[in-house]
């Protein structure tokens, strides 16, 4: 596993946040997790906008999790914007949302979410899904190569 890459995090709950961060520390999970507190804080990370305009767009995070229900820019919103762009469009998202809604579910599905996971209520359970997650997306699944800087400017 790649432990130097980030995951993502897309949440503007507290709580929630806190949950997932020591869920993933629970289940030993050594990549960083990087917080955004909104859609547009994620965006702004993603493309390296704004705060983040220092930092090199083709290092992406190994995954994304990210709620739906954020503000500023929606997380349906969101995923658009990362299938939209050539850097993003290969980077896996899952969706980590309280909704069970079937609308939610398919808008995320629409856009092209690789995996959607409605939140554990019970921390135990929270921790299972952490390493569960990890497990697949860091370690089991082969992902698209990364695009460099460099393979961007020959094509």
Do not use: C
Not at 19 to 29: G, P, T, V
Not at 38 to 43: F, V
Not at 59 to 87: Q, T, W, Y
Request: aromatic content about 8%; cysteine-free.
């Amino acid at each position: 596993m790649d432990t130097k890459r980030m995951i993502l995090l897309v949440e503007d709950n507290d709580a929630d946040a806190e949950l997932a961060s020591r869920a993933f520390q629970r289940a030993e999970i050594k990549n960083p997790l990087m917080r955004a507190r909104d859609g547009l804080e994620a965006l702004d990370y993603l493309f390296a906008r704004g705060k983040y305009a220092a930092r090199d767009p083709y290092d992406l995070p190994m995954f994304v999790l990210l709620d739906l229900n954020i503000p500023k820019v929606s997380g349906v919103e969101v995923l658009k914007a990362i299938r939209a762009d050539e850097r993003t469009m290969h980077l896996p998202v899952i969706i980590l949302s309280s909704s069970g809604e079937e609308r939610d579910r398919m808008g995320a599905y629409k856009h092209f979410a690789n995996s959607y996971i409605i939140k554990p209520l019970d921390y135990d359970q929270f921790v299972l899904a952490a390493r569960q997650l990890s497990l697949y997306w860091a370690e089991l699944n082969a992902p698209a190569p990364l695009m460099s800087s460099e393979s961007h400017d020959s094509t």
